[in-house]
Protein backbone atom coordinates (compact mmCIF):
# COMPACT_ATOMS: atom_id res chain seq x y z
CA UNK A 1 0.00 0.00 0.00
CA UNK A 2 1.67 3.55 -1.17
CA UNK A 3 1.78 6.46 0.89
CA UNK A 4 -1.74 7.93 -0.75
CA UNK A 5 -3.87 4.73 -1.62
CA UNK A 6 -7.31 4.82 -3.12
CA UNK A 7 -10.12 5.24 -0.46
CA UNK A 8 -14.03 4.57 -0.76
CA UNK A 9 -15.65 6.07 1.83
CA UNK A 10 -18.52 3.99 2.54
CA UNK A 11 -22.05 5.18 4.19
CA UNK A 12 -25.34 3.00 5.27
CA UNK A 13 -27.82 5.56 4.88
CA UNK A 14 -31.50 5.37 6.22
CA UNK A 15 -33.71 8.82 6.98
CA UNK A 16 -31.20 10.86 6.63
CA UNK A 17 -32.17 13.90 4.60
CA UNK A 18 -31.52 16.14 7.10
CA UNK A 19 -27.46 15.37 7.75
CA UNK A 20 -26.45 14.13 4.28
CA UNK A 21 -25.75 16.59 2.05
CA UNK A 22 -23.22 18.19 4.96
CA UNK A 23 -21.88 15.02 6.03
CA UNK A 24 -20.91 13.81 2.00
CA UNK A 25 -19.65 17.30 1.15
CA UNK A 26 -17.19 17.12 4.24
CA UNK A 27 -15.79 13.68 3.13
CA UNK A 28 -15.25 15.24 -0.77
CA UNK A 29 -13.35 18.01 1.32
CA UNK A 30 -11.00 16.20 2.93
CA UNK A 31 -6.71 17.09 2.80
CA UNK A 32 -6.33 14.00 1.15
CA UNK A 33 -3.88 14.28 -1.41
CA UNK A 34 -5.11 10.57 -2.73
CA UNK A 35 -8.08 9.28 -5.05
CA UNK A 36 -11.59 9.56 -2.54
CA UNK A 37 -15.11 8.35 -3.73
CA UNK A 38 -18.42 7.83 -1.82
CA UNK A 39 -20.32 5.10 -1.62
CA UNK A 40 -24.03 5.32 -0.69
CA UNK A 41 -25.71 2.17 0.34
CA UNK A 42 -29.30 4.08 0.46
CA UNK A 43 -32.46 1.54 2.78
CA UNK A 44 -35.98 2.36 2.20
CA UNK A 45 -35.93 6.00 4.11
CA UNK A 46 -39.29 7.38 5.27
CA UNK A 47 -38.07 10.47 4.37
CA UNK A 48 -35.89 12.01 1.07
CA UNK A 49 -33.15 10.45 1.74
CA UNK A 50 -33.21 8.91 -1.72
CA UNK A 51 -33.85 11.60 -3.74
CA UNK A 52 -30.85 13.36 -1.74
CA UNK A 53 -28.49 10.83 -2.21
CA UNK A 54 -28.92 10.63 -6.05
CA UNK A 55 -29.01 14.59 -6.66
CA UNK A 56 -25.31 14.22 -4.86
CA UNK A 57 -24.27 11.22 -7.60
CA UNK A 58 -25.43 13.50 -10.60
CA UNK A 59 -23.65 16.64 -9.13
CA UNK A 60 -20.21 14.52 -8.36
CA UNK A 61 -18.24 11.77 -10.27
CA UNK A 62 -16.91 10.47 -6.58
CA UNK A 63 -20.47 9.52 -5.77
CA UNK A 64 -21.86 6.18 -6.15
CA UNK A 65 -25.34 5.36 -4.99
CA UNK A 66 -26.36 1.53 -4.20
CA UNK A 67 -29.37 -0.16 -2.66
CA UNK A 68 -29.47 -1.65 0.64
CA UNK A 69 -33.38 -3.25 0.62
CA UNK A 70 -33.36 -4.15 4.16
CA UNK A 71 -32.35 -1.25 5.74
CA UNK A 72 -30.00 -2.78 7.74
CA UNK A 73 -26.33 -1.91 8.56
CA UNK A 74 -24.43 -4.88 7.94
CA UNK A 75 -26.11 -5.14 4.44
CA UNK A 76 -25.45 -1.63 3.69
CA UNK A 77 -21.94 -1.76 4.64
CA UNK A 78 -21.39 -4.96 2.64
CA UNK A 79 -23.14 -3.51 -0.14
CA UNK A 80 -20.83 -0.60 -0.07
CA UNK A 81 -18.00 -2.87 -0.03
CA UNK A 82 -18.87 -4.64 -3.19
CA UNK A 83 -19.16 -1.56 -5.45
CA UNK A 84 -16.59 0.04 -3.35
CA UNK A 85 -12.79 0.77 -5.60
CA UNK A 86 -10.17 1.52 -2.54
CA UNK A 87 -7.63 0.02 -1.26
CA UNK A 88 -8.67 1.53 2.26
CA UNK A 89 -11.87 1.47 3.20
CA UNK A 90 -13.07 4.33 5.64
CA UNK A 91 -16.81 3.98 7.22
CA UNK A 92 -18.56 6.75 7.78
CA UNK A 93 -22.27 6.60 9.46
CA UNK A 94 -24.88 9.21 7.56
CA UNK A 95 -24.99 11.96 10.26
CA UNK A 96 -21.34 12.02 11.10
CA UNK A 97 -19.03 15.05 10.71
CA UNK A 98 -15.93 14.31 10.45
CA UNK A 99 -13.15 16.72 10.07
CA UNK A 100 -11.10 17.85 7.10
CA UNK A 101 -7.36 15.54 7.96
CA UNK A 102 -9.90 12.41 9.28
CA UNK A 103 -9.07 10.27 5.99
CA UNK A 104 -5.18 11.59 5.72
CA UNK A 105 -4.78 10.93 9.53
CA UNK A 106 -6.16 7.06 9.00
CA UNK A 107 -4.13 6.07 6.22
CA UNK A 108 -1.16 7.71 7.77
CA UNK A 109 -1.96 5.39 10.99
CA UNK A 110 -2.43 2.30 8.87
CA UNK A 111 0.45 2.55 6.91
CA UNK A 112 2.85 3.42 10.57
CA UNK A 113 0.92 0.78 12.68
CA UNK A 114 0.25 -1.90 10.13
CA UNK A 115 -2.73 -2.41 11.31
CA UNK A 116 -6.22 -3.87 9.45
CA UNK A 117 -8.39 -1.36 11.20
CA UNK A 118 -7.61 1.57 13.02
CA UNK A 119 -10.41 4.33 14.84
CA UNK A 120 -10.61 6.88 17.35
CA UNK A 121 -13.27 8.40 19.60
CA UNK A 122 -16.87 8.56 19.43
CA UNK A 123 -17.02 12.04 20.45
CA UNK A 124 -20.91 12.66 21.98
CA UNK A 125 -22.29 15.85 21.78
CA UNK A 126 -25.47 17.02 23.25
CA UNK A 127 -27.11 19.98 22.25
CA UNK A 128 -30.20 20.01 24.26
CA UNK A 129 -29.78 19.72 28.71
CA UNK A 130 -30.65 15.95 28.26
CA UNK A 131 -28.50 14.84 25.00
CA UNK A 132 -25.70 17.21 26.99
CA UNK A 133 -26.39 15.07 29.87
CA UNK A 134 -26.35 11.65 27.54
CA UNK A 135 -22.68 12.87 26.10
CA UNK A 136 -21.56 13.32 29.37
CA UNK A 137 -22.71 9.59 30.68
CA UNK A 138 -21.24 8.45 27.09
CA UNK A 139 -17.61 9.37 27.52
CA UNK A 140 -17.56 8.23 31.24
CA UNK A 141 -16.33 5.07 32.78
CA UNK A 142 -19.06 4.65 35.31
CA UNK A 143 -21.70 5.02 32.13
CA UNK A 144 -20.03 3.01 29.50
CA UNK A 145 -16.51 1.48 31.01
CA UNK A 146 -13.17 1.80 29.62
CA UNK A 147 -13.50 1.27 26.12
CA UNK A 148 -11.08 3.90 24.62
CA UNK A 149 -13.14 5.05 22.23
CA UNK A 150 -15.85 5.96 24.28
CA UNK A 151 -13.48 7.41 27.50
CA UNK A 152 -10.19 7.89 25.39
CA UNK A 153 -7.09 7.47 26.31
CA UNK A 154 -3.27 6.99 24.73
CA UNK A 155 -3.18 5.20 21.09
CA UNK A 156 -2.48 1.30 20.91
CA UNK A 157 -4.03 -2.08 20.30
CA UNK A 158 -8.02 -2.11 20.84
CA UNK A 159 -11.05 -4.57 20.57
CA UNK A 160 -12.45 -2.38 18.44
CA UNK A 161 -12.78 1.54 17.51
CA UNK A 162 -15.86 3.53 16.77
CA UNK A 163 -16.47 2.80 12.68
CA UNK A 164 -13.37 1.99 11.72
CA UNK A 165 -10.52 2.56 8.54
CA UNK A 166 -9.86 -0.53 6.96
CA UNK A 167 -7.25 -2.32 4.45
CA UNK A 168 -9.75 -3.68 2.01
CA UNK A 169 -7.62 -6.46 2.32
CA UNK A 170 -8.75 -7.53 5.59
CA UNK A 171 -12.17 -7.12 5.10
CA UNK A 172 -11.96 -9.46 1.87
CA UNK A 173 -10.13 -11.47 4.53
CA UNK A 174 -12.91 -11.68 7.11
CA UNK A 175 -15.86 -11.70 4.52
CA UNK A 176 -17.63 -8.60 5.31
CA UNK A 177 -19.89 -7.78 8.14
CA UNK A 178 -22.08 -10.59 9.75
CA UNK A 179 -25.64 -9.21 8.07
CA UNK A 180 -27.17 -11.50 10.96
CA UNK A 181 -25.85 -9.18 13.28
CA UNK A 182 -27.83 -6.27 13.23
CA UNK A 183 -26.37 -4.69 16.23
CA UNK A 184 -22.71 -4.81 17.32
CA UNK A 185 -21.27 -5.95 13.67
CA UNK A 186 -18.71 -3.53 14.21
CA UNK A 187 -17.48 -5.53 17.85
CA UNK A 188 -18.01 -9.12 16.29
CA UNK A 189 -15.88 -7.93 12.53
CA UNK A 190 -13.28 -6.81 14.68
CA UNK A 191 -13.10 -9.95 16.65
CA UNK A 192 -12.56 -12.05 13.30
CA UNK A 193 -9.91 -9.44 12.44
CA UNK A 194 -8.32 -10.36 15.54
CA UNK A 195 -8.65 -14.21 14.87
CA UNK A 196 -7.16 -14.05 12.14
CA UNK A 197 -4.12 -12.13 12.96
CA UNK A 198 -4.99 -8.83 12.44
CA UNK A 199 -4.23 -5.63 14.76
CA UNK A 200 -6.93 -3.43 15.81
CA UNK A 201 -5.39 0.38 16.55
CA UNK A 202 -6.95 2.89 18.69
CA UNK A 203 -5.71 6.69 18.38
CA UNK A 204 -6.93 9.49 20.01
CA UNK A 205 -6.06 11.68 16.51
CA UNK A 206 -9.31 10.54 15.03
CA UNK A 207 -12.45 11.93 16.39
CA UNK A 208 -15.96 11.97 15.39
CA UNK A 209 -18.93 13.78 16.17
CA UNK A 210 -21.20 12.07 17.48
CA UNK A 211 -25.19 13.39 18.79
CA UNK A 212 -26.40 11.09 21.16
CA UNK A 213 -30.74 10.26 20.96
CA UNK A 214 -32.60 13.18 22.57
CA UNK A 215 -34.97 11.00 24.52
CA UNK A 216 -35.31 8.82 27.31
CA UNK A 217 -37.51 6.42 25.41
CA UNK A 218 -34.96 6.04 22.54
CA UNK A 219 -32.18 6.10 24.67
CA UNK A 220 -33.79 3.24 26.43
CA UNK A 221 -34.20 1.61 23.54
CA UNK A 222 -30.89 2.27 21.81
CA UNK A 223 -29.45 0.61 25.28
CA UNK A 224 -31.63 -2.08 25.17
CA UNK A 225 -30.69 -2.95 21.96
CA UNK A 226 -27.32 -3.01 22.98
CA UNK A 227 -27.31 -5.40 25.61
CA UNK A 228 -29.39 -8.16 23.51
CA UNK A 229 -26.64 -8.03 20.87
CA UNK A 230 -23.90 -8.10 23.06
CA UNK A 231 -25.59 -11.22 24.79
CA UNK A 232 -25.59 -12.97 20.95
CA UNK A 233 -21.84 -11.50 20.67
CA UNK A 234 -21.05 -13.91 23.92
CA UNK A 235 -23.70 -16.98 22.59
CA UNK A 236 -21.65 -17.19 19.54
CA UNK A 237 -18.35 -16.24 21.46
CA UNK A 238 -18.43 -16.99 24.43
CA UNK A 239 -14.72 -16.53 25.53
CA UNK A 240 -15.28 -12.93 24.78
CA UNK A 241 -17.35 -13.01 27.89
CA UNK A 242 -15.86 -10.43 30.71
CA UNK A 243 -16.98 -9.06 34.22
CA UNK A 244 -17.25 -5.57 32.40
CA UNK A 245 -19.91 -7.08 30.53
CA UNK A 246 -21.50 -8.76 33.33
CA UNK A 247 -21.92 -5.73 35.43
CA UNK A 248 -25.07 -3.86 34.28
CA UNK A 249 -27.22 -7.60 34.16
CA UNK A 250 -25.63 -8.45 37.74
CA UNK A 251 -27.35 -4.71 38.58
CA UNK A 252 -30.34 -5.39 37.04
CA UNK A 253 -30.91 -8.74 38.96
CA UNK A 254 -29.90 -8.14 42.08
CA UNK A 255 -32.56 -4.48 42.13
CA UNK A 256 -35.42 -7.04 41.21
CA UNK A 257 -34.28 -9.99 43.59
CA UNK A 258 -34.08 -7.30 46.35
CA UNK A 259 -37.41 -5.75 45.09
CA UNK A 260 -38.54 -9.19 45.50
CA UNK A 261 -37.83 -9.33 48.75
CA UNK A 262 -38.71 -5.83 50.10
CA UNK A 263 -42.56 -6.64 49.04
CA UNK A 264 -42.53 -10.13 50.23
CA UNK A 265 -40.72 -8.57 53.96
CA UNK A 266 -43.55 -6.28 54.18
CA UNK A 267 -46.27 -9.00 53.23
CA UNK A 268 -45.33 -11.54 55.57
CA UNK A 269 -44.37 -8.63 58.22
CA UNK A 270 -40.74 -9.61 58.54
CA UNK A 271 -38.40 -6.30 58.46
CA UNK A 272 -35.48 -7.96 58.00
CA UNK A 273 -35.94 -9.46 54.91
CA UNK A 274 -37.67 -5.75 53.45
CA UNK A 275 -34.15 -4.42 54.91
CA UNK A 276 -32.34 -6.88 52.82
CA UNK A 277 -34.07 -6.28 49.80
CA UNK A 278 -33.51 -2.80 50.16
CA UNK A 279 -30.20 -3.30 49.81
CA UNK A 280 -29.54 -3.35 46.16
CA UNK A 281 -31.77 -0.95 44.72
CA UNK A 282 -30.40 1.92 47.60
CA UNK A 283 -26.88 0.71 46.82
CA UNK A 284 -27.28 1.63 42.96
CA UNK A 285 -29.14 4.86 43.79
CA UNK A 286 -26.36 5.62 45.86
CA UNK A 287 -23.39 4.91 43.35
CA UNK A 288 -25.31 6.22 40.93
CA UNK A 289 -25.84 9.54 42.47
CA UNK A 290 -22.52 9.78 43.39
CA UNK A 291 -21.32 9.20 39.64
CA UNK A 292 -23.35 11.89 38.67
CA UNK A 293 -22.42 14.55 41.00
CA UNK A 294 -19.18 13.97 40.11
CA UNK A 295 -19.90 13.72 36.12
CA UNK A 296 -21.46 16.96 36.41
CA UNK A 297 -18.21 18.94 38.29
CA UNK A 298 -16.12 17.33 35.52
CA UNK A 299 -14.57 19.98 33.00
CA UNK A 300 -16.93 21.83 31.67
CA UNK A 301 -18.76 21.87 34.47
CA UNK A 302 -22.55 20.82 33.76
CA UNK A 303 -25.36 23.52 33.96
CA UNK A 304 -28.14 22.39 36.71
CA UNK A 305 -30.56 20.98 33.96
CA UNK A 306 -27.99 18.91 32.15
CA UNK A 307 -27.03 17.64 35.81
CA UNK A 308 -30.53 16.96 37.06
CA UNK A 309 -30.79 14.56 34.03
CA UNK A 310 -27.46 12.24 35.00
CA UNK A 311 -29.51 9.69 37.68
CA UNK A 312 -31.90 9.49 34.66
CA UNK A 313 -29.48 9.00 31.96
CA UNK A 314 -27.11 6.92 33.77
CA UNK A 315 -30.20 4.04 35.29
CA UNK A 316 -31.39 4.38 31.67
CA UNK A 317 -28.37 2.92 30.45
CA UNK A 318 -27.10 0.69 32.71
CA UNK A 319 -30.79 -0.93 33.42
CA UNK A 320 -32.09 -1.33 29.75
CA UNK A 321 -28.94 -2.70 28.69
CA UNK A 322 -28.66 -4.81 31.40
CA UNK A 323 -32.40 -5.96 31.34
CA UNK A 324 -31.37 -6.41 26.93
CA UNK A 325 -28.47 -8.68 28.11
CA UNK A 326 -30.48 -10.76 30.13
CA UNK A 327 -33.56 -11.25 27.59
CA UNK A 328 -30.99 -12.40 25.20
CA UNK A 329 -32.25 -14.02 21.75
CA UNK A 330 -31.28 -10.57 19.93
CA UNK A 331 -30.01 -13.64 16.99
CA UNK A 332 -34.03 -14.89 16.57
CA UNK A 333 -34.93 -11.24 15.35
CA UNK A 334 -32.42 -11.24 12.34
Do not use: C
Not at 110 to 132: C, H, K, Q, S, Y
Not at 232 to 251: F, I, K, M, N
Amino acid sequence: MGSTPPVTVIMPILNEELHLVDSVNRILAQEYEGELDVVLAVGPSKDRTREVAEELQRTSDRVTVVDNPTGRTPAGLNAAIAAATGEVIVRVDGHAMIPSEYVAIAVETLERTGADNVGGIMAAEGVTPFGIAVARAMTSTFGVGGASFHVGGGEGPALTVYLGTFRRSALDRVGGYDETMVRAQDWEMNLRIRETGGLIWFTPAMLVTYRPRASVRSLARQYHDYGRWRREVVRRHPDTLSLRYLAAPVAVAAIAVGLVLLVLGLAVGQQWLALLGLIPPVGYLLANLLASLVSAMGTPRLRLRSALWLPIVYGTMHLTWGAGFLRGGAGRDS
